[in-house]
């Protein structure tokens, strides 16, 4: 679909269901602001050493309130939002796809794709897509993962172990092997940790030799078959990972081949296909955006060009 299409598309069928939602978007916008001002009150007030335990008092209790009234209306605002947008242009990408707005990848699954050997403590996401790509059974979410540990200081400190977009796609059989593309992410590593540092009671196999290149630069590969992975890994998929790489700005791309399931992790930073609260809720460009970003991730296997019917 071009861009001329999608404008037809949400001319005709978006806008008019948009449209009523301004001013729900115009209130949580107030509702923002008001709770900006407060927060910058009570701070100015702390920090000038104002003494005044009443007027602090209250000031935290505005703040309590306009949290909680911002985080009601923006959660309204938003599912409405994308309860409209998301269907509609997943269908236009595929009819297959479905969306579902509280619903993420499990973390039994997250867990066996075995991309991440850490301890989780936290494990939330939200809107699932599901459906038939490419031969693929697929379902991806934005997914939140984290674990928590005490701080030196005292207390708990969370800390991130992935938060982005997690793909998972069902082949047509199962692999002979299970084999991981990870990013080979800091040159000050020892030794040992960038041989075995990736190994876990998930992953299974030996790092595979790679010739000197950008992306045996930029990613280690481990494998219980090393030279079924180097069949499926040909020098045009090593490129397309390493192009992808550059231009999301060294990103740490993983994937894995498990079982009867391809595993993709793409990191981000930012939280993926939300409304944009300072823009009218019928501008056309932030429609597009979160189009181009469906049609990204819709088509990233695709694109790197990993097929379903792999015979290894």
């Given at each position: ?55 602090l ?92 540990f005490?701080?030196?200081q ?42 075995f ?32 992975i ?52 019928t ?5 597009e ?24």
């Amino acid at each position: 679909m071009d861009t001329e299409q999608l404008k037809l598309l949400f001319e005709q069928h978006l806008k008019p269901k948009l449209a009523p939602l301004e001013d729900l978007r115009l209130a949580t916008l107030k509702k923002k602001n008001a709770l900006v001002l407060f927060v910058g009150a009570f701070f100015i007030t702390v920090f000038s050493g104002f003494d005044s335990a009443l007027l602090l008092i209250v000031l935290s209790a505005i703040m309590i309130y306009c949290t909680v009234a911002f985080k009601l209306s923006w959660d309204k605002y938003r599912a409405r939002y994308k309860k409209h947008i998301m269907s509609t242009l997943l269908n236009e990408i595929n009819p297959s796809l479905r969306w579902h707005k509280n619903k993420f990848i499990t973390q039994e699954w997250f867990e066996k794709s075995g991309l991440y050997d850490k301890k989780i403590d936290s494990y939330h996401g939200e809107d699932l897509i599901n459906g038939e790509l490419g031969g693929f059974q697929v379902e991806m979410s934005e997914l939140c993962v984290s674990q928590i540990f005490l701080a030196e200081q005292g207390g708990s400190q969370r800390k991130p172990i992935f938060k982005g977009l997690f793909l998972k796609a069902q082949c047509d059989m199962p692999f002979s092997h299970c084999s991981y593309i990870l990013p080979q992410e800091s040159s000050t590593q020892g030794i040992k940790e960038k041989l075995f540092g990736h190994l876990s009671k998930t992953r299974f196999g030996q790092k595979v030799a790679l010739p000197e290149n950008e992306f045996s630069q930029n990613f280690t590969v481990i494998s219980s078959a090393p030279d079924a992975i180097l069949q499926i890994l040909t020098h045009e998929l090593m490129m397309k990972l390493v192009g992808y790489r550059n231009q999301k700005q060294s990103i740490p791309l993983s994937l894995s081949f498990v079982d009867q399931n391809v595993y993709i992790a793409i990191p981000e930073s930012r939280d993926l296909f939300e409304p944009v609260l300072n823009t009218a809720v019928t501008d056309f460009e932030t429609i597009e955006a979160l189009f181009q970003d469906l049609v990204f991730f819709t088509s990233f296997l695709q694109e790197l060009g990993i097929k379903s019917n792999y015979s290894d």
